[in-house]
Nanobody, 123 residues
Framework: QVQLVESGGGSVQAGASLRLSCAASGRAFNSYTMAWFRQAPGKEREFVGRIGYSGGATLHADSVKGRFTISRDNAKNTVNLQMNSLKPEDTAVYYC????????????????WGQGTQVTVSS
């Protein structure tokens, strides 16, 4: 069982940066693939990025590649999402998710979810 709590969301102007964090409690954090997803009003939940057990095997969605970076600190049981050059279309609720399956990418493959944190980017 893993409990996830996101933080770091907020309202910013286009071009600004934000850093989201997800704190995990429970056992064996380093046995979970971690990911970030986002959901804008009226849209489906969208994959943003994922990272493997030890920090390798990172993958980012094309829409954020080169602007967002996912990372993790297993000593602190946290996963982060550094978001640079934010655009209005990045506005969404951002969710942290965990899966015991190393290869998980799709939302339905992730068992544990945080409550989400709102990111709003104005032009």
């Amino acid at each position: 069982q893993v409990q996830l709590v996101e933080s770091g969301g907020g309202s910013v102007q286009a071009g600004a940066s934000l850093r989201l964090s997800c704190a995990a409690s429970g056992r064996a954090f380093n046995s979970y693939t971690m990911a970030w997803f986002r959901q804008a009003p009226g849209k489906e939940r969208e994959f943003v990025g994922r990272i493997g057990y030890s920090g390798g095997a990172t993958l980012h969605a094309d829409s954020v590649k080169g602007r967002f970076t996912i990372s993790r600190d297993n000593a602190k049981n946290t996963v982060n999402l550094q978001m640079n050059s934010l655009k209005p279309e990045d506005t969404a609720v951002y969710y942290c998710a965990a899966s015991p399956n190393y290869h998980s990418v799709y939302a339905h493959e992730f068992e544990y979810w945080g409550q989400g944190t709102q990111v709003t980017v104005s032009s």
